[in-house]
């Protein structure tokens, strides 16, 4: 395997692991709070901008929640954010994006995104 097949299988798996970590965090998430629905998001897209995009949406009585962690390609960079939402408009979290062009400090970014993401126990109890 040449470097940039490693590299591209390194990344491929650490956006497995951030889907496994939101998939846990789903269910970790409706076991404590009886009746609500959660979704896992897993998306790849393509385009000028290729990217992809891993987290979790949560729905509890009228309330939804969503979790993410977006990873793009732009002009040879990757861009790495994290962000939370209630109900579509308000913000929960925002955190900030990281530009970079070291594949390792990506897939870095993206797993702390993921675990600071997958931090928020009491989200719904917070926003409900």
């Known amino acids: 395997m040449d470097a940039r097949s490693g590299g591209a299988a390194t990344l491929l798996g650490a956006l497995n ?5 939101f998939q846990r965090y789903g269910q970790q998430i409706a076991a404590t709070h009886g009746p609500m629905h959660w ?18 949406v949560l ?11 977006d990873l793009w ?12 939402t209630v109900d579509g408009r308000r913000l929960l979290v925002d955190l900030p994006d990281v530009l970079t062009d070291d594949l390792d400090e990506a ?8 675990r600071r993401l997958c931090s928020y126990r009491n989200v719904l109890d917070e926003v409900a």
């Open 17 to 21: 692991d951030a889907c496994e970590d």
């Open 39 to 56: 979704e896992l998001i897993g998306r790849i897209g393509p385009g000028e901008a290729p990217f992809a995009l891993v987290g979790v």
């Open 59 to 69: 729905r509890y009585d009228r309330t939804t929640v969503d979790l993410g962690v």
């Open 73 to 84: 390609v732009r002009e040879g960079a990757f861009e790495v954010s994290g962000y939370g």
């Open 107 to 114: 897939i870095d970014v993206l797993r702390e995104y993921t």
